[in-house]
């Protein structure tokens, strides 16, 4: 099976920068840890798959090769490195990246890792919004606001899920751990399981009295404002993730993220080729003889075009840096004006015995060769630049 784009796996552009990369990764970690998804082993694969991103990203000189050669410029344990995508242990991973657990607040990993226990974390799950964007908004960068409505912190225990916020007490089962081993005997001698606790589901602490509005969950359905910076660049159908702002979790876990997929509302005058915009602009017949200057909508107001004497239909001309932003970058696309001819469908007498001399003049004649490039030409010439 073929790799997975790096970049792609911790949900990152090209150009992103160290920090990052770095929140990146730990939103992953945060995702995929084991002690959030035990016996989990497509979290634990997700959580190496990460971490082995991050492994190369976070070194500008293995950075540098991925970019260039791909993962042939990095194979071989990352580069030079073990490569945690290929054999590392859990621990491994914890030992040279234990800053980026220690900063989740937990210490040493999710819920302690003392006596080789492992208290679990509760997670709120993701939600998805749907945000459609006038191609004004995508060109130049938006800050909304949108009323979501999803499980929120119930305000009357604060998320404790206990009455009155002071009624838990140490899970007797498991002694706080959130775990219970189990010693068997077999024919190989004794094996030793571990597995969550029955009693508190892994949270280490029950509840003696629980809040009565929230029946000791600590959420409750409700609605929250969200605010949303959406940079210039986005396109149709993008998701960007909100950390933090899905669901929130039970007696305060961590809280899930928001999923937003970008959704392009259709332009009057523009369609959009990748971060060119496309215009039509329609000449009449002796405009395209005789040559013309012309007003054209941009996306940031009007332009004046000149059209050259003799334009052919399907002329495209081009207005550079008049398109749409790249993704996180002061580069632009361009405006490209495709040009059409319009062709009246009445005319008057005196229209009529003009055109019909004109019919009769060899200049008026289509001669290819002679008055239009091949469409291979222009097309070399657009694509050059």
Known sequence: MAQRDYYEILEVSKNASADEIKKAYRRKALRYHPDKNPGDPEAEAKFKEA???YEVLR????????????????????????????????????????????????????????????????????????????????????????????????????????????SYQTCSTCNGMGQVRQVTNTFLGQMQTTSTCPSCGGE???????????????????EEVIPLDIPAGVEDGMQLSVSGKG?????????????VLIEQIEHED?????????????????EAVLGTSVSVPTIDGKAKIKVEPGTQAGRILRLRNKGIPFLQSSSRGDLLININIWTPKELSKDEKEILEKLKESDNFKPNPGKNERSFFEKMREYFSG
């Open 204 to 222: 280490g602490r029950t509840i003696s009295q629980k809040c009565t509005a929230c029946t000791g969950n600590g959420i409750v359905k409700g």
């Open 270 to 286: 523009f369609s959009r080729d990748g971060n060119n915009i496309l215009y039509n602009l329609y000449i009449s017949f002796p």
């Open 51 to 53: 971490a082995d991103a």
């Open 59 to 166: 070194d500008p000189n293995k950075r540098n090769r991925y970019d260039q050669f791909g993962h042939a410029g990095v194979k071989n344990g990352a580069a030079g490195g073990a490569g945690f995508g290929g054999g590392m242990s859990m621990d491994d991973i914890f030992s040279q990246f234990g800053d980026i657990f220690e900063e989740f607040g937990f210490g040493g990993g999710f819920g302690g890792r003392s006596s080789g226990g492992r208290r679990r974390v509760n997670r709120g799950t993701n939600i998805r919004v749907k945000v459609k964007l006038t191609l004004e908004e995508i060109a130049n960068g938006v800050n909304k606001k949108i009323k979501v409505n999803k499980y929120v912190t119930c305000d009357t225990c604060g998320g404790t899920g206990a009455k009155d916020g002071s």
């Open 247 to 259: 669901n929130a979790a039970a007696r305060g876990g961590v809280p899930g993220d928001m999923i």
